[in-house]
């Protein structure tokens, strides 16, 4: 059986993983950075394709590779990949099964703060660290700094500019990947070297405790990535020191009404295998 797997988490990596291992299975992977596609190589996909594919160029590698059922690994927040998988899947007439992180549990706190947008989580940081809009047209993007103290944004890269526009980049404290392209972009958009923080890693609740105390962070800000994301280990650090927290929540995506869905990875592999076995069987 011939499988597309749409990677970039680690739930990705471990799917492919045990596919590569069962006998019969053929893993191609897709990924948008070069080190998501050592990741997927290193994990055992046969071979693993680099971009961000709209829905006509994944339908070109599905017919391709004559390639028999769509797993769709891709983050929570990846919601246009996830549209255009399930656009070429039945296009193509594949199956398509989502693999969706189990969501976290929000702790009930006055502390806590969900908003619908980075935008919106963007203005709740800004009100949290008392920046006015005098701040920003008397100082615009000067570094003077609040003494409301720092924000420590700890949702990926690419979801830093929606900071950085409405807040003085030496107010933002970055946690991002340890990657050419995250730290290029980090510095870009204006953060101090001395404010990104370059490490992999799902991290315990002390040591993001630690990071909070020692850069004299005052406002967190996060998506509800699910616990193989570390979204509780950020929260409850930040509520063990009294610090607000903002968090994102996951988009809605009415495409995956009716579809076939699995939280586990190893109910995932176990209806793959037996689709594989059903397969050779009636072969």
Do not use: W
């Amino acid at each position: 059986m011939n499988v597309l797997v749409m990677a970039g988490t680690s739930d990705a990596r471990k799917i492919i993983t045990d596919l590569s291992m069962a006998g019969g299975i053929s893993v191609l992977a897709t990924a948008t950075t070069p080190h998501g596609v050592e990741l997927a190589k290193s994990s055992g996909a046969k071979q693993v394709l680099e971009g961000f594919f709209d829905d006509e160029k994944l339908a070109n590698i599905i017919k391709e590779n004559d390639i028999e059922l769509l797993i769709d690994a891709t983050h929570p927040f990846a919601s246009t990949a996830t549209k255009n998988a399930i656009k070429a899947s039945d296009v193509e007439g594949v199956d398509y099964i989502r693999f969706e992180r189990p969501s976290t549990l929000i702790p009930d706190s006055q502390l806590v703060y969900q908003v619908n947008s980075f935008e919106e989580a963007a203005v709740v940081v800004r009100e949290i660290l008392n920046i006015n809009d005098s701040f920003k047209e008397e100082n615009p993007l000067t570094g003077n700094v609040s003494p409301k103290g720092k924000v420590l944004h700890l949702a990926g890269v690419n979801t830093l500019h929606h900071l950085t526009r409405v807040i003085s980049p030496d107010l933002i404290v970055a946690r991002v990947l340890p990657m050419v392209y995250s730290v290029r972009k980090s510095l870009e958009l204006g953060i101090p070297h001395v404010n990104i923080l370059a490490m992999e890693g799902t991290f315990s609740r002390r040591f993001n405790g630690i990071l909070m105390e020692e850069f004299q962070i005052k406002v967190v800000l996060t998506k509800e990535s699910g616990e193989s994301g570390g979204t509780m280990s950020k929260i409850q650090a930040a509520l063990d020191l009294e610090v607000p927290v903002v968090i994102v929540t996951r988009p809605e995506i009415g495409e995956l009404k009716g579809k076939v869905m699995f939280g586990e990875v190893e109910l995932l592999i176990g209806e793959v295998l037996s689709r594989c076995l059903t397969q050779s069987e009636s072969g």
